[in-house]
C-alpha cells in the first residue's frame, strides 16, 4: 500500500536497510524491475551521483539502516514551501537544493526500493511536471518537549526526522547540489 496525499504535504515513515533514502522520479527508473537491473542503475556512488546530476534523484543520505519520519511539503511559484516555526526551531542543518524534474509524482523510499512502480513502504507524491529545487532539512524532533513517550518513541504530532522542500526552480536559480552526501560535513 502506497501513502498518497494532497499536493502540499506529506508525512510518513520510511525505512530502508541501506542507509539511504532517496526521493526519486519513477519514469526515469522504469527500467528498474528487478535487482539485476537496480544494480546496473544504482550500485555505485557514481551511478548514484549521475542520477542526481540529471535531477532524476535527491539522496536523502542517513549512512544507515532504520526507519525514520520523512515529510514531504510541496509549494508553488507563488507560495513557496518553507519550514514551520516549529521545525526551524528544531533543524540542525539543512542541504542545497539538489535538482527534481517530475514528470507528475515523486516518490519516497529506501533506495532499495527504487524503480518505476511504487511499492509497500514508498511515499507517493505529487509534483506537477517540471524543475525543482529540492532542499533536506534534518530535525532534531528530541529536542522538543513532549515529543516522546516513556520509551523514546515519538508522540502523535512530533516533528518527522526529516523535512524535504519541494518548490519551482526560480528563473537565475541555476547551481545545484549533486553529491551523494545530503549534507556538508561539519567543519573541525
Do not use: K
Not at 522520479?25 to 550500485?43: I, K, S
Not at 539522496?59 to 514551501?81: E, H, K, M, W, Y
Not at 518553507?82 to 539538489?98: D, F, K, M
Amino acid at each position: 500500500m502506497t501513502a498518497q496525499q494532497p499536493l502540499d504535504e506529506v508525512p510518513v515513515t520510511v525505512a530502508t536497510d541501506a542507509g539511504m533514502f532517496v526521493l526519486w522520479n519513477p519514469q526515469r527508473f522504469e527500467n528498474v524491475v528487478d535487482y539485476d537491473t537496480w544494480e546496473d542503475e544504482l550500485l555505485e556512488d557514481l551511478d548514484i551521483a549521475r542520477h542526481i546530476q540529471a535531477g532524476a534523484l535527491v539522496p536523502l543520505n542517513v549512512g544507515g539502516d532504520g526507519a525514520f519520519g520523512v515529510l514531504v511539503r510541496s509549494g508553488t511559484a507563488i507560495a513557496q514551501a518553507g519550514l514551520t516555526q516549529r521545525e526551524a526551531a528544531h533543524c540542525l542543518v539543512a542541504s542545497q537544493p539538489y535538482l527534481f524534474v517530475s514528470c507528475g509524482r515523486a516518490l519516497v523510499g529506501g533506495i532499495e526500493e527504487v524503480s518505476g512502480d511504487a511499492s509497500d513502504g514508498v511515499l507517493e507524491h505529487s509534483v506537477p511536471e517540471g524543475r525543482y529545487g529540492v532542499v533536506v532539512h534534518l530535525i532534531d524532533w528530541q529536542a522538543e518537549a513532549g515529543s516522546q513517550d516513556e520509551a523514546g518513541r515519538p508522540v502523535p504530532g512530533a516533528l518527522s526526522d526529516f523535512v524535504v522542500l519541494i518548490n519551482p526552480v526560480q528563473s537565475g536559480q541555476g547551481t545545484f547540489r549533486s553529491v551523494v552526501q545530503t549534507f556538508e560535513a561539519p567543519n573541525g
